[in-house]
């Protein structure tokens, strides 16, 4: 693929994106998604919304290059995380039971602002790395392509998101939303259809490839991948706004809709890279550079394509969500349409910023925002699911043990962590940790709980 093409296609995406944004829109089409006529989503636009904002650019990298180091196994514990579509359409289903319209909702009730604040820290901060992260990757494509690319193509896509996020918030993420998966469906399917009947192709080979690296740390992260899946969807505020803008019967029918199409997306990605490390490709720019010499043109450009759509459909679910976030959760600006812009513009700069960072290191973001998301975990087992109330100390030792946990698989080579850290691979450590903040987070939560009285 050529530069000029990879800038065609951009621009083609870019301008059929303009296209479908709604040229105007409405407080509550702004923040909560309705249409211009005062409507909820309909079921497909729901579930396309999901599937397209959970397969993003990051993840679909993620699935091959796990793919690639460890086989099946690497690609079988990515998508396992795509299990948040059922715990999270659960979860989702008894917040909505007790009447709460956000998850923020159901933890000022039980803790108030403090509770709050701790919670929106931590999806503040998880909306910051998608919106870095899928950058990242758009600059990866353009750096592969044409070195010395991708920092324009960032501020490049960056505007672009902004552009129309900005415009029409959460009602434009919808509408964009399911021309983005309609069309990254079109060209994953070709790009799909072509490497499974490529000569070279055996699936069975696929389905038991131990990866460049061997399988063991493919099957460490499954683990760990189980032990942060019922937390994980509720830390991810674009699931879960779209988990109260619609009645609950279409709601519960798309996150099981989402669900299976979201995970066979991510195994058949996953299959690149596998593919890759079988046939004993040299692993080159996030496996970017590896593609471009291992597939004929088209194959590529619909790889490209495909990460390409998914950067932009998750950028700008991600700077709507944020908006709704700091106007509606934390109050810090008002709730107008000059607020809720204002809000998208300090997150796509912020994100846009990140990428001069230089960790491209993908799957850091996910263990991290993970990790902490863990402190959930008991709270919603203890007090959504078994009904006790729990005490404040006992949510706030479970919040800092899962900040502690973050925190020491970022800064795990540092002196201080590294010392306590168990001597092994990053996984096997990832592990260890989750371990020690569940043990930690459920010992509170069961200390710091009582039974409901009883009349």
């Known amino acids: 693929m050529t530069f000029t093409t990879l800038l065609l296609l951009t621009a083609a995406l870019a301008a059929l994106t303009l296209l479908v944004a709604p040229r105007r829109t409405t407080l509550d089409g702004f923040f909560a998604g309705q249409s211009a006529q005062g409507l909820a989503p309909g079921l497909w636009t729901l579930v396309l919304s999901q599937v397209t904002t959970w397969i993003f650019a990051r993840s679909l990298m993620n699935a091959a290059i796990l793919g690639y180091y460890y086989g ?70 353009f750096a592969a392509v044409s070195p010395g690319s991708g920092t324009a193509a960032i501020l490049a896509v960056a505007a672009l998101g902004f552009a129309y996020s900005a415009w029409g918030g959460l009602s434009a993420a919808l509408r964009t939303d399911v021309l983005q998966m309609l069309l990254f469906f079109g060209v994953f399917a070709a790009a799909f259809l072509a490497l499974v009947t490529a000569p070279g192709f055996d699936l069975g080979a696929v389905l038991t490839a131990p990866g460049a690296s061997g399988p063991y740390n493919g099957w460490i992260l499954l683990v760990v991948a189980g032990l942060q899946v019922f937390s994980y969807p509720v830390h991810d505020p674009v699931m879960m706004d779209r988990g109260f803008i619609a009645d609950r019967a279409t709601t519960r029918a798309s996150f099981l809709h989402a669900f299976w199409i979201s995970t066979f997306c991510i195994l058949g990605f996953g299959f690149f890279g596998i593919q890759a490390s079988l046939i004993g490709a040299d692993y080159d720019n996030q496996l970017i550079g590896t593609w471009q010499g291992m597939f004929p043109a088209w194959v590529f450009g619909a790889l490209v394509l495909s990460l390409l759509i998914s950067a932009l459909s998750t950028l700008d679910s991600a700077l709507s969500s944020a908006a709704r976030l700091v106007v509606e959760e934390l109050r810090l600006a008002p709730r107008s349409l000059a607020g809720g812009r204002a809000v998208i513009a300090v997150f796509a700069a912020l994100g846009t910023a990140l990428t001069l960072w230089g960790n491209q290191t993908l799957f850091d973001a996910v263990a991290v925002s993970g990790t902490a998301s863990m402190f959930l975990t008991p709270v919603i087992v203890v007090g959504l699911i078994l009904g006790r109330p729990l005490a404040l100390w006992a949510y706030l030792i479970s919040f800092a043990a899962a900040m502690l946990g973050a925190l020491a698989y970022f800064g795990r080579g540092w002196s201080l962590f590294a010392a306590l850290l168990p001597e092994g691979h990053k996984y096997e450590q990832l592990l260890a940790i989750c371990l020690v903040v569940l043990a930690v987070s459920f010992g509170a939560a069961l200390l710091g709980s009582r039974k409901p009285q009883t009349a």
Do not use: K, M
């Open 72 to 141: 099946i196994a690497g690609t079988l514990a990515y998508a396992a995380y795509y299990g948040s579509f059922l715990t999270g359409g659960f979860i989702v289903g008894r917040l909505r039971e007790t009447g709460a319209g956000s998850v923020q909702d159901w933890l000022e009730a039980r803790f108030g602002r403090l509770g709050t604040q701790c919670y929106n820290g931590v999806i503040a901060l998880r909306l910051l790395s998608e919106v870095f992260a899928n950058l990242i990757v758009v600059g990866l494509i």
